[in-house]
């Protein structure tokens, strides 16, 4: 282990990641698989991007939001994945203290804001659906600038209230992670105090931030339903539903996994590492694929932004 001798004790300047496996077999299939993911995951969301910017009939607050989740997913992909990338290939699989701290913090600043994201994107469905007539007055492009800048400021928040406690913990060994990146409870098992206020203080913020989140998203759910029961046309509340399936299933796919993870105390968590593969690495590989194959307008525009640079070809 290598440390820094502070005082009687050791500091620990760098951390060991043990991975997902120690089968260098095993670590060659998650290269191919996360290389092959990460990938896909720039590549679709820089379409949706291009898209979207490209093409004036999504100029809405709808396609704003979506380009805005984009950029969330590349960079909630791009904490992670490309130094675990380094590690199923590298023999030596370390990371600095400071390195770590920057991923945890950037981790919790992205993944905070995505959550607080996809609670903006329900409101925004509850009033285009419940109140279509003042919805471009209520949604201006004022309010929508305002409203994606504050996700970016409450996910930061959100983040120094995780990381922060954790900088006045002591990390005096073992100093290996048992997790693919640094990740919350897996560093709370290598405090040499017993991390119980930092897990406290942990559970507590991502308590409020789920709960606070998961509140809005149902309540904006419960007024769309009813909305869409009143309703005659059966075509008509099919068209409904089918626009807010999309957000919805990206609502379960980041929440549920980190509902599980992180609404806990730390001890065993063996099912830990298969989830934060989920909400890291899956999630933002899905959220385009499931936006894209369920909405009509935005494959248009993409069959009409790809044809177009064929063409110039």
Not at 95 to 117: A, M, N, P, R, V
Request: charged fraction near 10%; glycine fraction near 6%; include cysteine.
């Amino acid at each position: 282990m290598e440390g820094l001798a502070v005082g009687n004790e050791t500091r620990v300047t760098q951390f060991i990641l043990l991975g997902l496996s120690s089968n260098p077999d095993f670590e060659i299939v998650f290269f191919v698989m996360f290389l092959v993911m990460y990938l896909l995951t720039l590549a679709g969301n820089i379409l949706i991007l291009l898209t979207i910017y490209s093409n004036s009939q999504l100029h809405s607050p709808m396609y704003f939001f979506l380009s805005n989740l984009s950029v969330l997913d590349l960079c909630h992909s791009s904490v992670t994945v490309p130094k675990s990338l380094a590690n199923f290939i590298l023999k030596k699989k370390t990371i600095s203290f400071s390195d770590c701290i920057t991923q945890l913090f950037f981790l919790h600043f992205i993944g905070g804001g995505e959550c607080f994201h996809l609670t903006l994107m329900a409101y925004d469905r509850y009033v285009a659906i419940c109140n279509p007539l003042r919805y471009t007055t209520i949604m201006s492009r004022r309010v929508c600038l305002l409203l994606v800048v504050s996700t970016w400021v409450l996910g930061f928040i959100h983040s120094c209230g995780q990381t922060f406690p954790i900088l006045q913990m002591s990390f005096c060994g073992p100093n290996e992670i048992n997790h693919f990146f640094c990740e919350t409870h897996a560093l709370y098992l290598l405090i040499c105090s017993s991390p119980i206020i930092t897990e406290i203080v942990d559970m507590a913020n991502s308590g409020s931030l789920t709960l606070s989140c998961f509140l809005i998203v149902f309540i904006s759910y419960a007024y769309i339903v009813s909305t869409v029961l009143k309703i005659r046309s059966a075509e008509g509340r099919w068209k409904v539903f089918s626009t807010c399936a999309s957000h919805l299933m990206v609502v379960t796919f980041l929440f549920g996994p980190g509902v599980f993870i992180y609404m806990r105390p730390s001890g065993t968590f063996a099912a830990d590492k298969p989830l934060s593969v989920f909400y890291t690495v899956v999630t933002p590989f899905l959220n385009p694929c499931i936006y894209t194959f369920r909405n009509e307008k935005v494959k248009k525009a993409m069959k009409k932004l790809v044809g177009r640079n064929v063409s110039f070809q």
